[in-house]
């Protein structure tokens, strides 16, 4: 991917956030970061929007810059309330809610804006809003924003969402369709190698009382790195996920204390002879 420094940075924010938002920002992780690193040595947002401002602090934020809340202040009026013309920019008010999902504890600004940000998205949607794509979008948002939602889900809703954007690239949404449904396939082959040992210890006839969370497992552990450099990572966790769940049930099954101690003990002395899986 290709970034020219001359080019607006919004254009630059706006390829950013969609590359990410598309799950293909994991094959351009160091042109990323050299754009970003770029955008916060240029310093502050003067004279940008409301979208493009709130879209700069997500990303920076999102990559570890420690950009400051304090911009957003500016934002309210001199009685303390929120300027009104901020309930007029649907766009800009999606991306401030976005945005405001960042703080870290102590940012009180930040906790006003997603207050506001979110009851005011509340009260216009959908009655106000006519663009039935931007309809979904904020739907979708104030169901799951985009930092806390999946990242395949997110790159799912995305590829739909993006080709009804009016600045979208057909190539990088071509791209997006094609990457999607190769990783998809990886994780297929993941989730059958998995069930194929699942299945060869017998946990149905061995643990009959126990709970078959293979999906919930494995969907747990590619939410937190769905990337295929990361197979033999996810194939473990899964199984660690699934040993912990039956271990989990025969507690619950077996719970009187002498069981339950021996167990513990058990454990413990596995452990003291490999530290290495603690």
Not at 40 to 50: Q, V
Not at 224 to 250: C, H, N, Q, V
Request: glycine share 4%; charged share 25%; proline share 3%.
């Amino acid at each position: 991917m290709v970034i020219d420094y001359d080019s607006h940075i919004a254009d630059k924010l706006r390829l950013i956030d969609a590359v990410q938002r598309l799950g293909v920002g994991y094959h351009f992780e160091k042109e990323i970061g050299e754009v970003l690193e770029r955008v916060d040595d240029l310093g502050g947002d003067k004279g940008s929007d409301l979208y493009h401002a709130a879209l700069r602090f997500r990303l920076l934020r999102q990559q570890g810059f420690p950009v400051s809340p304090d911009g957003f202040r500016k934002l309210k009026g001199s009685e303390g309330k929120f300027k009104e013309w901020l309930a007029k920019d649907e766009k800009g008010l999606l991306s401030l809610y976005e945005a405001a999902h960042m703080a870290f504890n102590g940012e009180d600004i930040l906790d006003e804006v997603l207050s506001f940000a979110t009851k005011t998205l509340e009260s216009i949607f959908p009655n106000k809003i006519t663009n039935p794509s931007f309809q979904k979008q904020i739907d979708f948002a104030l169901r799951v924003p985009a930092w806390k939602c999946v990242p395949r889900s997110l790159a799912r809703h995305s590829i739909d969402f993006y080709s009804t954007d009016s600045f979208h690239h057909e190539k990088l949404l071509a791209f997006a369709k094609l990457d999607f449904n190769i990783v998809q396939k990886f994780h297929q082959q993941e989730l059958y190698e998995v069930s194929n040992w699942w299945r060869s210890i017998d946990v149905a006839t061995k643990f009959p009382y126990a709970r078959d969370r293979l999906m919930e497992s494995y969907y747990c552990v590619n939410s937190m790195y769905f990337e295929p450099k990361y197979r033999s990572g996810r194939i473990i966790a899964t199984k660690i996920f699934l040993m912990l769940a039956i271990l989990d049930d025969t507690y619950d099954n077996f719970a009187t204390y002498e069981e339950a101690h021996a167990l513990t003990e058990a454990i413990e002395r596995f452990l003291l002879h490999n530290p290495y899986m603690c």
